[in-house]
């Protein structure tokens, strides 16, 4: 029998009403942005828009930028847009600043929340005032994945945003632009959190390869390392203090730099209510011919007490690391320079037969009160240039300290 008008009208208000809902629901999701039909910009020497700054001037919100491979010299830009990405398309895209800066900051400065850089290469930064940076990220949050700075009076330079957010991944960072200044290859200011995996940051000159006042860290499967002939000051830094989970890392402290220690934690006094310092499957090597340390370590001047957990971990090289009493340390190690494959050459494997292998300890999870939680059992390592690779057939095998547990 044929439906009633009446029926008919009633199906057809409750379909309508279902997908109104349906659209409600995906307004409110992070599905909704994807879902809705993204501007796309095609940039470089052939297209109608042939610059970045051009680009930048054009993009709206949660634009699509595929840039052609090659080299742009002196093209700066700001990007305020939120839900931006930026892709190399065909290869590298190589900025050279040439003397151009934006905002007397840097090659680009960021401005918008969930923007995506991937496949640029920031080189020659300079401004008058010394901080000339690749990418100075003013507010916001920032994913780069597959970027290189090389050649800039800063790497990459944040502002003191509580709220911003820096994700970098299978980054390098190197050589810092020699000059007067102590100048970082990656400053990261107060933010709420940094995260870095499988990057190297390496020749430094004065300044620190890491320096990161944000209130959580995380620093995974990567490499920072002076090399032969850098001479950064500290290699790692967290002035001031917060949560700094430091897992998988190779550090290298070479013969010329200017600190005797490798890591500093609270030097500039504690500014954030949660403390805490978990070293786990590192090794950090001290190239200088005289002792110094490989954590300085201070603790008094903040607003809570600071946890330290010191666990799996390598050092060699003429510094001690002595845990204090009120630490957790466990499996930790001092290797002599033939225990790795060939240290001569920055090989630093462990070798068939060294008296290190599979005498790590399990060393358990860590907590954010609010957030992750991180098994601190490795499941990848660092790879050069600059990447990190899962461990093949990890699961169940006994792992050994340090950065590279199965080698």
């Given amino acids: 029998m044929p439906a009633s008008p009446a029926s008919s009208l009633a199906f057809a208000q409750a379909q309508l009403t279902r997908r109104r809902w349906l659209a409600a629901a995906l307004a409110g999701s ?22 970045l700054a051009a680009a930048a001037q054009a993009a709206g919100e949660h634009c699509l930028i595929e840039v052609d491979a090659g080299e742009y010299r002196a093209d700066v830009a700001y990007w305020p847009q939120n839900g931006l990405q930026l892709r190399a398309v065909g290869g590298r895209v190589q900025l050279k600043a040439e003397g151009a800066h934006i905002m007397g900051k ?23 005032d010394g901080n000339g940076a690749g990418i100075r990220m003013d507010r916001g949050s920032l994913q780069l994945r597959g970027c290189r700075f090389h050649g800039n009076q800063t790497g990459l330079l944040t502002n003191n945003e509580v709220d911003a957010r820096l994700s970098l991944e299978d980054c390098e960072f190197g050589p810092i632009l020699p000059g007067q200044r102590h100048n970082h290859n990656l400053y990261v200011g107060r933010i709420a959190e ?7 940051l390496h020749h430094g000159h004065f300044g620190h390869l890491l320096k990161s006042r944000a209130a959580f860290t995380q620093l995974l499967y990567s490499r920072l390392s002076d090399e032969p002939n850098g001479r950064a000051s500290y290699e790692l830094e967290f002035p001031n203090g917060g949560r700094a989970w430091v897992m998988g890392n190779l550090i290298v402290q070479g013969a010329q730099t200017d600190n ?12 954030w209510p949660e403390n805490e310092l978990i070293l786990v499957h590192n090794t950090l090597i001290d190239r200088r011919p005289s002792g110094g340390s490989y954590l300085q370590l201070k603790t008094q001047s903040g607003p809570a007490p600071v946890r330290v957990r010191l666990l799996n971990n390598l050092f060699t090289g003429p510094s001690r690391m002595v845990p204090a009493r009120d630490w957790e340390a466990s499996g930790n190690g001092h290797a002599a320079w033939d225990d790795f494959v060939n240290a001569s050459e920055g090989d630093y494997r ?8 599979g005498r790590a300890v399990d060393a358990g999870l860590a907590h954010a009160p609010s957030g992750p939680r991180l098994i601190l059992r490795p499941e990848r390592q660092f790879q050069a240039p600059h990447h990190s690779v899962a461990l093949a057939d990890a699961a169940g095998r006994s792992l050994s300290p340090g950065a590279f547990p199965l080698d």
């Fill in 30 to 51: 992070s599905v909704a942005a994807w879902a809705q039909a993204r501007q796309v910009l095609q940039v470089g020497p052939r297209r109608a828009l042939r610059s």
């Fill in 106 to 128: 840097g090659i680009f400065v960021t401005a918008g929340q969930d923007q995506r850089i991937e496949g640029f290469d920031f080189s020659g930064a300079r401004v008058p």
């Fill in 194 to 200: 940094l995260r870095v995996i499988g990057c190297h």
């Fill in 260 to 271: 005797p220690a490798l890591l500093a934690y609270g030097a500039e006094g504690q500014v």
């Fill in 350 to 357: 462990l070798r068939p037969g060294s008296r290190w292998q």
